[in-house]
């Protein structure tokens, strides 16, 4: 089975300052991709970041950054000079590629950023 | 990135009645689509597996008869919850699959039973 684990239920960040989500998952399929959604109160899923499990180098997109340790089965996100706009639910997600691309979702980490 | 809609935002029905939810790819053809639950402060859990034009694959523990699913087209997808309960309240999102393997979601459904 696969397994998405997100060890932090809840984190703050002093506005400006860089904040890492921590996720690692667990799967034995030899391609997959790995995602970042953030999810305001709204509810809806916002795509942040993406990596793929043949990319050499970690995936970058404006602030966020994912640093993919493949070894440690680790895709933690960092969010740099963090905004208020940012405090919402994370989630890591993984897709499987080989049995219908379906996403598995982590239990998610609720950031709160303070001014 | 594309479009998916979801209808209606949020729903509130009485206990023993069915609910119909329309995932809908707006700008792009989704062979296909995927539908999630989500309890609050929890995280999203995959319930099916839905492909155009056929019959729609169920994860483990979610009931076929209870959440019935329909992929007619290649822009729509419908999740009818039968003889719903106070229990399946919930948020439920769908999501759609391009021929290009990404996915966009849609902004949600909010189910209340009472």
């Known amino acids: 089975a696969q397994k998405i684990t997100q060890t932090q239920p809840g984190m703050f960040v002093q506005e400006k300052e860089a904040v890492t989500l921590d996720c690692t998952y667990d799967t034995s399929d030899p391609s997959y991709g790995l995602f970042w959604y953030k999810q305001p109160s709204s509810g809806e899923m916002i795509f942040l970041i993406y990596?793929?499990?043949?990319?050499?180098q970690n995936a970058t997109e404006g602030r966020y950054s994912l640093n993919f340790q493949k070894a440690r089965k680790s895709a933690n996100l960092v969010i740099s000079a963090s905004q208020l706009g940012d405090s919402a639910m994370y989630f890591c997600a993984m897709r499987r590629v080989n049995t219908g691309n379906q996403f598995y979702f982590g239990t998610g980490t609720s950031l709160t950023v303070i001014p | 990135g594309a479009v998916v809609s979801q209808h209606p935002s949020w729903v509130i029905c009485k206990s023993g009645t069915s609910v119909k939810i329309e995932c809908r790819s707006l700008?792009?053809?989704?062979?296909?689509m995927f539908w999630y639950r989500q309890f609050p402060k929890q995280s999203l859990m995959l319930m099916a597996t839905?492909?155009?034009?056929?019959?729609?694959?169920?994860e483990q523990g979610v009931e076929k008869d209870k959440f019935l699913i329909n992929h007619a087209s290649l822009t729509l997808s419908t999740l009818t919850v039968t003889s719903a309960h106070p229990e399946d309240s919930s948020f439920y999102i769908c999501?759609?699959?391009?021929?290009?393997?990404?996915?966009?979601f849609g902004p949600g459904t909010r189910l209340t039973v009472l």
């Open positions: 990596q793929g499990s043949y990319d050499q």
């Open positions: 999501s759609a699959r391009t021929v290009r393997v990404e996915q966009f």
């Open positions: 700008d792009f053809q989704a062979t296909t």
């Open positions: 839905s492909n155009e034009g056929s019959k729609a694959t169920y």
